[in-house]
């Protein structure tokens, strides 16, 4: 298993859409995760941190299964400035180890 | 205002050339980080810098050196650039230095877009 593996995307979606992704790890001891949104052509930003079993934060509900190691993130209700890629990050060690993102596009 | 900044924004030169990109962050975080990120879109770390500590990846070319003149400063300068670091270059920093059982949410800057012909 990969070190961090996501849905490979692309999703497009109408708004008010429902949108689930999801991603998977294989370091066992990570305690803590993230999701992070990266817009075309600029940085990363954090979206959600995920600490136990899940958070919640608005639109946006974050999930984590540490039996079958994924982390799950549910868009609801779809707008149009959700388009972005979604990148899954997991700690391992000292560093975070970024997926390759999966890529949304939010239909009007 | 701006959290980390890098410059420059683009930077496009030919091959056999050194060059360097500057970072700054007014955070007053601990730590600072050098990502590579590629064609594919994979974000991969470089170096991670804590106060005087550097941590280097070994998979990164030694053509690759980060300095770091304060906390609030980490540079990179890279030698004899080959086409295969064209790549955007992105500056991030923590809080604090991560262990295995705490991480702290990374800042990024806008990136340096590097086009090496």
């Known amino acids: 298993r990969k070190e961090v593996e996501q849905d490979p995307g692309p999703f497009n979606v109408p708004e008010g859409a429902t949108v689930a992704f999801n991603c998977t790890y294989s370091n066992s001891a990570s305690q803590s995760f993230f999701w992070y949104r990266q817009d075309c052509r600029k940085e990363p930003k954090l979206l959600m941190s995920v600490y136990s079993s899940g958070n919640e934060d608005g639109r946006f509900t974050a999930q984590l299964n540490r039996a079958s190691q994924y982390i799950s993130l549910l868009i609801r209700d779809s707008k149009l400035s959700d388009s972005a890629t979604y990148l899954c990050v997991v700690p391992r060690g000292r560093q975070l180890t970024f997926g390759s993102g999966t890529q949304l596009t939010v239909l009007p | 205002d701006t959290a980390v900044s890098q410059t420059p924004k683009y930077l496009v030169t030919q091959m056999g050339n050194d060059k360097s990109i500057k970072c700054e962050q007014n955070?007053?975080?601990?730590?600072m980080y050098w990502y590579k990120q590629d064609s594919k879109k994979f974000l991969k770390i470089m170096f991670s810098?804590?106060?005087?500590?550097?941590?280097i990846n070994e998979t990164v070319p030694n053509r690759f050196s980060p300095k770091s003149p304060d906390k609030a400063h980490l540079n990179l300068h890279i030698n004899s650039l080959e086409l295969g670091d064209s790549a955007v270059y992105f500056c991030a920093s923590s809080q604090k230095f991560p262990t295995p059982s705490s991480s702290y949410e990374q800042y990024f800057g806008p990136g340096t877009r590097l086009t090496v012909t």
């Open positions: 955070l007053g975080h601990d730590t």
């Open positions: 810098y804590n106060n005087k500590e550097l941590i």
